[in-house]
């Protein structure tokens, strides 16, 4: 048993439930790599299958991923499950104690889930899921627009910062990081952003984003189905 927040026993038995190639998997991965904390993983999801199994739907009823056991308790929604790793384990490290801290942790790991992801979640589908002969330049233009405005408010915060909250990494730089290498992968224009690429460049000095975030997505290349 871990001691967690107030003293709390946590159990230590986590499980993560999801295909390693989902944006949204790679930050509960890349939280529990980041903590070094022990776990299980199932790859359910896109080719994997198994998101409509009666028996998954008992953990996770919108038959998506992530989700994540620890114990008894099975969360899902991949910004809760940050949240979560973080107050139990990441105390001294992806959590931050002070409630003005966490304010500004939550404000960029909320902007994240309304504004920036959705965005960039866009132009993937666009660009790289959707087939090459389906590609709609129109749509694609205006989902690049909409990241790139995001994207220029996340760099002008880097103007006083090293990470999207602070001087040090917080789940808020999780939620919004594992957009990075794809987007600097891409076949699309760039517009200059020193303080993101500042911060693409710290980041990849971390293993744990190295090794779940900077892995190939040729799996979902030209691929709508999942
Ligand atoms: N808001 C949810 C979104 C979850 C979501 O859309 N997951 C996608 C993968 S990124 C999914 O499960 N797709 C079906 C599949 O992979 O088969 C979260 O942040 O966890």
Known sequence: MAQGIGGLSLS????LWGRASSANVQKTLWALEELGLPYKHHLVGGAFGG??????RVLNP???V?????GDLTVWESHATLRYLAGAYGRDTLWRHDPRERAIVD?????????????????????????PEQHDAKAIAA??????????ILDANFAHRDYVAGNRLSYADIAAGVALYRWFTMDIDRPAMPGIENWYRRLQQREAFRKVVMVSYAELVGRLAF
């Open 12 to 15: 230590r038995n986590l499980v």
């Open 51 to 56: 998101l409509d199994d009666p028996q998954y």
């Open 62 to 64: 919108n038959g998506l």
């Open 66 to 70: 992530p989700t994540l056991q620890d």
């Open 107 to 131: 404000q960029w790991t909320d902007w994240t889930a309304s504004t920036f992801q959705p965005g960039w979640i866009a132009v993937f589908w666009l660009l790289v899921r959707t087939p």
């Open 143 to 152: 989902a690049h627009a909409r990241t790139v405005a995001a994207l220029r």
